[in-house]
T-cell receptor, first 115, second 114 residues
């Protein structure tokens, strides 16, 4: 079964609203999680590194005020897309690793459609 | 900065045949990990194979093997005895030792033809 779970798997929201996507590590603690974005037929682009108990580290070009990341516990990181716009529609995937850093798991991904 | 390049956007192979997917990368790191991930239509990322850069021996995993050329910064994936279930997007990825963030190539769409 999945060791990293994302919720929701699909979400539709109206322009201007905010939507939250959760990434949970099951059966293990993850001090660091990562958020990726994937446009149709394109690669995964790293958005940010989510650090438990501290601020996320964002990749260049990613708006931190638009994509809010909270990593409040060792098993949960959330990505909130604020004031959503149709161009934010995409597939969002998170990943987490075990403490040995050699085993990395991806979530199932979340489809966001902004209408 | 790390960059990963996959020069083959699409490939096809006859069932039971062998196919090789290309990947090159650029980094100033000396030690790192390289990966091949498979992404079927479900979009779930599935690890195919992993290579530690400090290991000279090429990684193998059943029908999957890599040709890792560190000096040339090349990391190709060979799929032997191709099966219909191998049809998917394949991403080559780089990861530094000091972090777990991936840098992905643009992907190769592989179709196995019956």
């Amino acid at each position: 079964g999945a060791v990293v779970s994302q919720h929701p798997s699909r979400v539709i929201c109206k322009s201007g609203t905010s939507v939250k996507i959760e990434c949970r590590s099951l059966d293990f603690q993850a001090t660091t999680m990562f958020w990726y974005r994937q446009f149709p037929k394109q690669s995964l682009m790293l958005m940010a590194t989510s650090n438990e108990g501290s601020k996320a580290t964002y990749e260049q070009g990613v708006e931190k005020d638009k994509f809010l990341i909270n990593h409040a516990s060792l098993t949960l990181s959330t990505l909130t897309v604020t004031s959503a716009h149709p161009e934010d529609s995409s597939f969002y995937i998170c990943s987490a690793s075990l403490t040995d850093r050699n085993t990395i798991y991806f979530g199932e991904g979340s489809w966001l459609t902004v209408v | 900065a790390q960059t990963v390049t996959q020069s083959q956007p699409e490939m096809s192979v006859q069932e039971a045949e062998t196919v090789t997917l290309s990947c090159t990368y650029d980094t100033s790191e000396n030690n790192y990990y390289l990966f091949w991930y498979k992404q079927p239509p479900s979009r779930q990322m599935i690890l195919v194979i992993r290579q530690e850069a400090y290991k000279q021996q090429n990684a193998t995993e059943n029908r999957f093997s890599v040709n890792f050329q560190k000096a040339a910064k090349s990391f190709s994936l060979k799929i032997s005895d191709s099966q219909l279930g191998d049809t998917a997007m394949y991403f080559c990825a780089f990861m530094k030792l000091t972090g777990n963030q991936f840098y992905f190539g643009t992907g190769t769409s592989l179709t196995v033809i019956p």
